[in-house]
């Protein structure tokens, strides 16, 4: 993987986001974790990147990981968390064994030891027995859990997974007023959580120009490509691919305005 990094590299890519269901779980194969040793094996290429890291299971996240962001700060520290609930039973019911609390405490030790982290994570709403006492946990979860970024998703059964034997007991109109909920309450955390960069300075990635005006769309750390909001750079002559520094200057809904 080294070999294909440093070759991209050299085609003049910056960014690389590393992607997989769990990544938590790379080497399992070879019985053990191994993302650790992947992770210091790309950060030993020499030169200037970004390397992203999407889709950690929280069950299985491997704190070696917050040691080397602080090592080295072209892993950003960006974690996208896939917690999908709070309540213990709908979690067992998944498949997976963490808890609200559990995950609360996990997102305090990745706070405490990187305090600029910034974390996205999705919910599910509508599993088979989520009742009202359910979806209450995962709301007050999620106003505790502050977390930046959050997509929401309604239950379908899959073929070839255990819950597609569960009796559906949600409604799907009753699955989207909860998808709406979580969305409405997350609206005012994002734009909470976005509002402490504001004053700062940010490196960004030039996504592209934009036509006719002086404007540039980029992005920071904290954004994934094409899932997050965006940093609007003032200023033209600026291409898609220039990595530059900015001051950040306001928060505009869910992107930052920056010169």
């Avoid at 009742?131 to 959050?150: I, K, N, S, V």
């Avoid at 899959?158 to 969305?183: I, N, S």
Wanted: glycine share 10%; proline share 5%; net charge negative.
């Amino acid at each position: 993987m080294a070999a294909e990094h440093r070759e991209l590299l050299a085609r003049g890519v910056f960014e690389f986001n590393l992607v997989a269901q769990d990544l938590g779980s790379f080497g399992l194969d070879r019985g053990r974790f191994e993302l650790p040793r992947l992770l210091r094996e790309l950060l030993r290429v020499e030169g200037e990147f970004w390397i992203r890291l999407l889709y950690i299971h929280p069950d299985r996240f491997q704190e070696e990981v917050l040691e080397i962001m602080r090592e080295d700060g072209r892993l950003v520290p960006y974690l996208d968390l896939p917690f999908q609930h709070a309540s213990a039973g709908i979690l067992r019911a998944m498949g997976r064994r963490g808890d609200g609390e559990g995950y609360l405490a996990l997102l305090d030790r990745i706070r405490t030891a990187v305090p600029d982290a910034v974390i996205r994570s999705t919910f599910l709403v509508g599993f088979p027995a989520e009742g009202p006492e359910e979806f209450e946990e995962l709301l007050r979860f999620q106003r505790r859990a502050e977390l930046d970024w959050l997509g929401v998703f309604c239950y379908s059964p899959e073929e070839g997974t255990a819950a597609e034997r569960f009796p559906l007991t949600v409604a799907a109109k009753e699955a989207h007023r909860r998808m709406r909920v979580l969305e409405q309450t997350q609206i005012p955390i994002t734009e909470s959580r976005l509002d402490r960069f504001v004053g700062r300075r940010l490196r960004v990635l030039v996504e592209e120009p934009v036509e006719g005006e002086a404007l540039s769309l980029a992005r920071g750390y904290l954004q994934a490509p094409e899932v997050d909001g965006l940093v609007v750079l003032r200023g033209g002559g600026r291409s898609g691919g220039d990595v530059l520094p900015c001051r950040v200057v306001r928060r505009n809904g869910f992107d930052l305005e920056a010169e």
